[in-house]
């Protein structure tokens, strides 16, 4: 056999003998399973051990009947009781081995010593009692043989100590009947050495596959982990989403209604967004909601001592879960401090951009009684935050409610209402600014509900969007605008109001291009006015339904201009015609050097641009004077006349030329 190969059985054969150290989740295994199964090991070491002792006493010395045997039984007490010890114990791995490891050798004296003793006792006995000790030897090697299975090792070094002598010395008597004994001994310890061997290997296997299942648990526990932690994060800004928002707001309301203290619940949205996604594209939308999402966290991390809990529930919009007793103070400090933070500039590419945020907040229990309509109280302060104090914090209120359940009301009679005998129409005077010649007139919508009476369209148009109604209002009120426009001088234009949904719903223009043509009113005396805010709802699609209607021959003019985010963008964009400054603008621009400028560089844009520029809200003469050496080009006003029925349209525009004719007349006479 050549060298190598011995020298590798021979390695093969030390290591059966060893404890392994190489794998600690059998050593543990082991550790825990021989523990369990010391006390029978010793019970039979024991047992037996008196059993033989007292049958030598009276035919032996005393050191071997007295002495040893109680020397070895109190060696055997003594292992059992720390083992004992052992089972209670955390140990670390290292302390596993090095405890198996002396147990180990530890077999080696322990077997050599009852071995030795029992070969000593031999001798004393007659027949019957030195059967005893072959017979004492042999059961008591095979007890400890199934005792130590777990421990491989030490079971082969008791087989070797105590069967190889014991084979070797009863043979070695020439008695024939110890001689059967031994070789049937060495049969039965072979039997059980194999059997030893292929347990032991059962049990590693076991012990390999358990390990692999906990592994495969463990992946699939951090597979179910990571799911549930990806199903509850928005992968934009890793920040939780709208259903982990949902589930701690749930969470929170109930704690707060057991422990009877508030909770509140907040929605930001961010002003001004989505003109940055037009104009810069979405990959810089992207960012900007990554570092607005990021200084907000910031602000409710370190809002103490209340826990804040912050979400992306979807697009520019953000959720608060205040817990831990807010107030009043609290919630607005708190929306101080995230508007604050949101306000600073933005670096996007080479250029600096800005926003705002408005936020809305309700609080268990002064708001409502469930986690599902303290949120909707949240999104109307919402709502009315954006609507009247943009830029700003709002708190749910009874006059809120109040108006919540005024909107209801509208909302419900406005299903039911009948468009063509409930909603009429009354028309503002368009002036031109130089000649005071009426240019066109704009179609403003009223409503007479038989049991509201007079509705503001600031009331009901609003609820038409929500509910759904607004297109159908809008061509039913555009069938009765052209029939009054067809009625007047062919110089009249019509100028009539679109909404977002009228144009940036697919199927929103093809009916109001329907309706212009079967009208018999040419468009090119039709103005359409869409404002700044229909047209950042969805702007590719607002682009798209604006070209349809120039293609017409429509004319399309940009109202509330000035009061939006990227006004300059949409002139530019956008094939306007003209543009409505807003009347916030007017109001003082006699007292206020900055409205006059403001006024006076979007005429000068306008001019620019060959656009028409309109003002609106004109009250006074010398507003008037002032707007005419702007160089602005048409006016709106109450200064001229306020809406009026169709009826007096033809009234009004005689009044009016026998106006200017008499001006005229003045002016001849003077000259």
Not at 94 to 99: E, G, T, Y
Not at 137 to 146: D, K, S, Y
Not at 509 to 524: A, Q
Not at 565 to 593: C, E, G, M, Q, T
């Amino acid at each position: 056999m050549p060298v190598a190969d011995l020298k590798s059985y021979l390695s093969a054969a030390v290591r059966l003998f060893r404890v392994p150290a190489d794998n600690p989740d059998l050593t543990r295994a082991q550790f825990d399973a021989f523990s369990k199964q010391v006390p029978l090991l010793y019970f039979i070491l024991i047992s037996n051990t008196i059993a033989v002792a007292y049958t030598y006493v009276n035919v032996a010395p005393d050191w071997l009947t007295m002495i040893v045997p109680s020397v070895l039984t109190a060696l055997a007490a003594l292992r059992t009781f720390w083992w004992l010890r052992q089972r209670h114990l955390v140990r670390s791995d290292a302390d596993i081995l090095r405890n198996l490891r002396a147990t180990n050798w530890m077999t080696l004296p322990i077997g050599a010593g009852f071995t030795i003793w029992s070969f000593a006792l031999y001798p004393y006995g007659d027949p019957f009692a030195k059967s005893q000790v072959a017979f004492y030897m042999a059961v008591t090697v095979i007890g400890c043989i199934f005792s130590l299975m777990h421990l491989r090792s030490a079971a082969l070094i008791v087989t070797l100590v105590v069967d190889v002598p014991y084979v070797l010395f009863f043979w070695a008597t020439g008695e024939p009947t110890l001689k059967a004994i031994a070789v049937n001994n060495l049969l039965v310890s072979g039997a059980m050495v194999t059997v030893l061997v292929i347990y032991y290997r059962d049990f590693a296997d076991l012990v390999a596959s358990r390990k692999s299942l906990l592994a495969q648990q463990a992946a699939t526990q951090a597979l179910s982990d990571e799911n549930f932690r990806l199903a509850n994060l928005d992968s934009l800004t890793e920040l939780p989403n709208r259903r982990r928002f949902f589930a701690e707001l749930s969470s929170a309301f109930g704690d707060a209604e057991r422990r009877g203290v508030r909770v509140a619940v907040g929605i930001i949205d961010l002003d001004g967004f989505k003109p940055i996604n037009d104009n810069y594209g979405h990959s810089v939308g992207d960012r900007v909601l990554i570092e607005a999402g990021r200084r907000v966290r910031e602000v409710c991390e370190g809002f103490g001592p209340h826990r804040v809990e912050f979400a992306r529930l979807g697009g520019d919009e953000f959720g608060l879960v205040v817990s831990g007793d807010p107030d009043d103070d609290d919630l607005m400090r708190l929306g101080q401090c995230i508007g604050d933070q949101v306000k600073l500039p933005y670096q996007v590419d080479t250029a600096h951009t800005g926003l705002s945020c408005s936020i809305g907040f309700a609080q268990f229990p002064d708001s409502a009684t469930t986690a599902e309509a303290l949120y909707e109280c949240a999104d109307y302060s919402l709502y009315h935050a954006k609507r009247h104090l943009r830029g700003r914090t709002v708190i749910f209120s009874s006059e809120l409610e109040a108006e919540i359940r005024s909107r209801g009301v509208i909302e419900n009679l406005l299903r039911t209402s009948d468009f063509g005998a409930e909603m009429e129409l009354v028309f503002q005077p368009i002036v031109d600014a130089m000649s005071e010649h009426t240019a066109g007139f704009e179609a403003l919508a009223r409503w007479q509900s038989p049991r509201l009476g007079w509705v503001s369209p600031a009331d009901f148009i609003p609820a038409a969007e929500r509910i759904g109604l607004i297109r159908p209002l809008t061509q039913a009120l555009l069938v009765r605008a052209l029939a009054a426009a067809k009625t007047w001088p062919d110089d009249i234009h019509l100028s009539f109001n679109l909404s977002a949904h009228d144009v940036c719903s697919s199927e929103g223009i093809l009916p109001l291009i329907t309706i212009i043509e079967k009208s018999g009113v040419p468009p090119r005396r039709i103005d359409f006015e869409i404002t700044e805010t229909a047209v950042t709802f969805d702007f590719v699609r607002a682009q798209q339904s604006i070209a349809a209607l120039k293609a017409m021959g429509c004319g399309i003019s940009l109202d509330d201009f000035g009061t939006g985010y990227s006004s300059l963008s949409h002139v530019h964009r956008l094939p306007l015609d003209k543009i409505k400054v807003d009347r916030s603008f007017v109001a003082d621009i006699n007292d206020n050097p900055v409205s006059h400028k403001i006024i006076k560089s979007l005429a000068g844009l306008c001019d620019d641009m060959e656009i028409a520029c309109v003002v609106e809200g004109v009250e006074t003469r010398a507003q008037l004077d002032s707007l005419r050496r702007l160089g602005c080009d048409f006016i709106q006003g109450y200064y001229f006349a306020k809406p009026m029925p169709c009826a007096t349209i033809d009234g009004y525009l005689a009044k009016e030329r026998q106006r200017l004719r008499e001006t005229t007349d003045a002016a001849k006479v003077v000259a």
